[in-house]
């Protein structure tokens, strides 16, 4: 069975895709100077922990045959974005930050792996 969605995608690659492209957007929002980060919806851990999980989930989903891998980087990359912070004079880093973030990242990858796990079994 294929995992094609359209047009000749699949969802390795698009998940890549947005794996990326979330990385990109969550990098530019630790480390850009405090009145350019986006607005919160919620509660700001909660925002934070939500994009690391939408993250994590996406770079488990689309890199399928290293989903440990990813879920582990990405939860170290949580405490790894907090700390380049660091180099912003508008910015700080601080543990229940870089807590958030991990918690979020961790979740993601344990989502996206109970997915791949699932498709594993309707696959068969």
């Known amino acids: 069975m294929s995992d094609e969605i359209a047009f000749g995608l699949n969802l390795t690659a698009v998940s890549q895709l947005f794996a990326w492209a979330l990385l990109v957007v969550i990098l530019f929002a630790t480390i850009?100077?405090?009145s350019l980060r986006p607005r919160t919806i919620t509660q700001?851990?909660?925002d934070r922990a939500l994009a690391?999980?939408?993250m994590s989930f996406?770079?488990?989903l689309g890199f399928p045959g290293s989903a440990i891998v990813a879920g582990i980087a990405c939860t170290l990359g949580a405490g790894l974005s907090e700390l380049l912070?660091?180099?912003s004079p508008?910015?700080?880093a601080r543990l229940p930050d870089a807590t958030a973030k991990a918690v979020g990242?961790?979740?993601g990858a344990l989502m996206g792996g109970a997915v791949l796990a699932v498709s594993r079994l309707l696959v068969r």
Do not use: E, G, M, T
């Open 44 to 46: 700001v851990n909660v």
């Open 58 to 60: 996406f770079f488990v």
């Open 52 to 54: 690391f999980a939408a």
């Open 90 to 92: 508008s910015r700080h």
């Open 32 to 34: 850009a100077p405090i």
């Open 105 to 107: 990242a961790a979740l």
């Open 85 to 87: 912070q660091l180099v």
